[in-house]
Protein backbone atom coordinates (compact mmCIF):
# COMPACT_ATOMS: atom_id res chain seq x y z
CA UNK A 1 0.00 0.00 0.00
CA UNK A 2 1.04 3.61 -0.67
CA UNK A 3 0.45 4.78 2.74
CA UNK A 4 3.10 2.17 3.98
CA UNK A 5 5.66 3.24 1.46
CA UNK A 6 4.87 6.54 2.62
CA UNK A 7 5.63 5.91 6.43
CA UNK A 8 8.70 3.81 5.44
CA UNK A 9 9.62 7.20 3.48
CA UNK A 10 9.81 9.30 6.92
CA UNK A 11 6.58 11.04 5.44
CA UNK A 12 3.96 11.99 7.80
CA UNK A 13 0.47 11.49 7.33
CA UNK A 14 -1.66 13.54 9.07
CA UNK A 15 -5.39 12.45 9.07
CA UNK A 16 -8.77 12.43 10.77
CA UNK A 17 -11.91 10.58 11.29
CA UNK A 18 -15.35 11.01 12.11
CA UNK A 19 -18.55 8.32 12.18
CA UNK A 20 -21.99 9.51 9.70
CA UNK A 21 -24.57 8.29 10.56
CA UNK A 22 -26.53 7.91 6.78
CA UNK A 23 -29.55 5.52 5.85
CA UNK A 24 -27.70 2.60 5.54
CA UNK A 25 -25.87 2.07 8.43
CA UNK A 26 -23.04 4.39 10.18
CA UNK A 27 -20.41 4.94 7.80
CA UNK A 28 -16.87 5.83 9.45
CA UNK A 29 -14.64 8.06 7.34
CA UNK A 30 -10.91 9.25 7.18
CA UNK A 31 -9.17 11.82 5.55
CA UNK A 32 -6.01 13.04 5.04
CA UNK A 33 -4.46 16.64 3.77
CA UNK A 34 -4.88 15.04 -0.22
CA UNK A 35 -8.01 13.59 -0.04
CA UNK A 36 -10.93 10.89 1.40
CA UNK A 37 -8.93 7.99 2.47
CA UNK A 38 -11.54 5.34 3.69
CA UNK A 39 -14.98 4.87 4.03
CA UNK A 40 -15.98 1.76 6.14
CA UNK A 41 -19.22 0.55 6.35
CA UNK A 42 -21.12 -0.72 9.72
CA UNK A 43 -19.42 1.76 12.01
CA UNK A 44 -20.35 0.57 15.17
CA UNK A 45 -17.81 0.55 18.21
CA UNK A 46 -15.90 -2.27 17.64
CA UNK A 47 -15.49 -2.07 14.11
CA UNK A 48 -14.48 1.69 14.33
CA UNK A 49 -12.29 0.58 17.13
CA UNK A 50 -10.29 -1.69 14.97
CA UNK A 51 -10.21 0.18 12.23
CA UNK A 52 -9.01 3.53 13.79
CA UNK A 53 -6.26 0.93 14.74
CA UNK A 54 -5.54 -0.53 11.41
CA UNK A 55 -5.12 3.11 10.48
CA UNK A 56 -2.59 4.34 12.90
CA UNK A 57 -0.47 1.73 11.96
CA UNK A 58 -0.72 2.32 8.29
CA UNK A 59 -0.43 5.95 8.77
CA UNK A 60 2.14 5.95 11.49
CA UNK A 61 0.75 8.59 14.00
CA UNK A 62 -2.64 9.72 15.99
CA UNK A 63 -5.38 11.02 14.21
CA UNK A 64 -5.97 14.89 14.62
CA UNK A 65 -9.18 16.43 15.42
CA UNK A 66 -10.25 18.06 11.90
CA UNK A 67 -8.97 18.28 8.65
CA UNK A 68 -10.94 20.16 5.78
CA UNK A 69 -11.38 17.17 3.52
CA UNK A 70 -13.02 15.11 6.40
CA UNK A 71 -15.62 18.10 6.19
CA UNK A 72 -16.29 18.44 2.53
CA UNK A 73 -16.38 13.90 2.54
CA UNK A 74 -19.34 14.68 5.10
CA UNK A 75 -21.01 17.00 3.71
CA UNK A 76 -21.13 15.51 -0.14
CA UNK A 77 -21.75 12.11 1.28
CA UNK A 78 -25.02 13.83 3.43
CA UNK A 79 -25.99 15.56 0.31
CA UNK A 80 -25.70 12.19 -1.82
CA UNK A 81 -27.99 10.36 0.34
CA UNK A 82 -30.50 13.27 0.29
CA UNK A 83 -30.45 12.54 -3.25
CA UNK A 84 -28.75 16.30 -4.17
CA UNK A 85 -25.70 14.86 -5.02
CA UNK A 86 -24.86 12.95 -8.05
CA UNK A 87 -20.75 13.29 -8.15
CA UNK A 88 -18.30 13.36 -5.94
CA UNK A 89 -15.66 16.22 -6.01
CA UNK A 90 -13.66 15.58 -2.66
CA UNK A 91 -10.10 14.73 -3.33
CA UNK A 92 -9.19 11.02 -3.21
CA UNK A 93 -6.41 9.92 -1.13
CA UNK A 94 -5.60 6.92 -2.64
CA UNK A 95 -2.75 5.51 -0.33
CA UNK A 96 -4.95 2.90 1.17
CA UNK A 97 -4.38 1.45 -2.60
CA UNK A 98 -2.13 0.36 -4.83
CA UNK A 99 -1.01 -1.76 -8.05
CA UNK A 100 -4.06 -3.37 -10.05
CA UNK A 101 -6.71 -3.21 -7.62
CA UNK A 102 -6.25 0.91 -7.49
CA UNK A 103 -6.12 1.02 -11.48
CA UNK A 104 -9.63 -0.59 -11.72
CA UNK A 105 -11.11 1.83 -8.55
CA UNK A 106 -9.66 4.72 -10.35
CA UNK A 107 -11.19 3.43 -13.71
CA UNK A 108 -14.24 2.98 -11.60
CA UNK A 109 -14.64 6.49 -9.99
CA UNK A 110 -13.46 8.38 -13.34
CA UNK A 111 -16.03 6.94 -15.69
CA UNK A 112 -18.91 4.76 -14.67
CA UNK A 113 -21.34 7.77 -13.62
CA UNK A 114 -24.26 7.82 -11.34
CA UNK A 115 -27.38 5.88 -12.22
CA UNK A 116 -25.56 3.51 -14.20
CA UNK A 117 -24.02 0.25 -13.87
CA UNK A 118 -20.69 -1.52 -15.23
CA UNK A 119 -19.96 -5.29 -15.64
CA UNK A 120 -16.78 -6.93 -13.88
CA UNK A 121 -15.49 -8.64 -16.97
CA UNK A 122 -16.15 -5.04 -18.79
CA UNK A 123 -13.93 -3.00 -16.18
CA UNK A 124 -11.33 -6.02 -16.72
CA UNK A 125 -11.56 -4.45 -20.08
CA UNK A 126 -11.36 -0.84 -19.12
CA UNK A 127 -8.15 -1.28 -17.85
CA UNK A 128 -6.43 -3.26 -20.05
CA UNK A 129 -6.39 -7.02 -18.61
CA UNK A 130 -9.35 -9.25 -20.18
CA UNK A 131 -10.22 -12.00 -18.48
CA UNK A 132 -9.90 -10.49 -15.30
CA UNK A 133 -13.14 -10.38 -13.91
CA UNK A 134 -12.34 -12.16 -10.71
CA UNK A 135 -10.06 -9.74 -10.15
CA UNK A 136 -12.09 -6.44 -10.81
CA UNK A 137 -14.70 -8.91 -7.36
CA UNK A 138 -11.08 -8.84 -5.49
CA UNK A 139 -10.29 -5.14 -6.11
CA UNK A 140 -14.36 -4.14 -5.49
CA UNK A 141 -13.99 -6.11 -2.56
CA UNK A 142 -10.59 -4.05 -1.04
CA UNK A 143 -12.30 -0.76 -2.12
CA UNK A 144 -11.27 1.61 0.54
CA UNK A 145 -13.45 4.04 -0.45
CA UNK A 146 -16.98 2.60 -1.45
CA UNK A 147 -19.83 5.20 -1.97
CA UNK A 148 -17.58 7.66 -3.15
CA UNK A 149 -16.07 4.97 -5.29
CA UNK A 150 -19.01 3.75 -6.45
CA UNK A 151 -18.20 -0.59 -6.92
CA UNK A 152 -21.62 -0.53 -5.78
CA UNK A 153 -22.64 -0.06 -9.69
CA UNK A 154 -20.48 -2.99 -10.44
CA UNK A 155 -22.84 -5.73 -11.55
CA UNK A 156 -22.91 -9.51 -12.81
CA UNK A 157 -23.05 -10.83 -16.32
CA UNK A 158 -26.02 -12.41 -15.78
CA UNK A 159 -28.37 -9.34 -14.78
CA UNK A 160 -27.56 -10.51 -10.68
CA UNK A 161 -25.97 -7.39 -8.67
CA UNK A 162 -22.56 -9.46 -7.76
CA UNK A 163 -20.99 -8.73 -4.47
CA UNK A 164 -20.86 -6.10 -1.59
CA UNK A 165 -18.39 -5.72 1.05
CA UNK A 166 -21.69 -3.72 2.22
CA UNK A 167 -23.92 -6.32 1.96
CA UNK A 168 -26.40 -6.96 -0.51
CA UNK A 169 -29.02 -4.79 1.18
CA UNK A 170 -26.63 -2.10 1.35
CA UNK A 171 -26.00 -2.46 -2.11
CA UNK A 172 -29.66 -2.71 -3.73
CA UNK A 173 -30.39 0.37 -1.24
CA UNK A 174 -27.67 2.18 -2.86
CA UNK A 175 -28.64 1.21 -6.54
CA UNK A 176 -32.14 2.10 -5.69
CA UNK A 177 -31.31 5.47 -4.57
CA UNK A 178 -29.63 5.94 -7.78
CA UNK A 179 -32.76 4.91 -9.84
CA UNK A 180 -31.30 1.52 -10.95
CA UNK A 181 -33.47 -0.57 -9.06
CA UNK A 182 -36.90 0.13 -8.08
CA UNK A 183 -37.20 1.71 -4.68
CA UNK A 184 -38.58 -0.96 -1.85
CA UNK A 185 -41.91 -1.25 -1.11
CA UNK A 186 -41.42 -1.71 2.74
Request: hydrophobic share 45%; glycine share 12%.
Amino acid sequence: MNAERDQQAGRTIRWAWRVLDTPIGPLLLAATHDGLALVGFHADERTTRRTLSRLRQAFGQEPLPEIPHLATAADELARYFDGGLRAFTVPLDWSLSAGFNERVLRELAAHVAYGTVVGYQDLADRVGEPGAARAVGAAMGSNPLPVVVPCHRVVASDGGIGGFGGGLETKRQLLALEGVLPQPLF
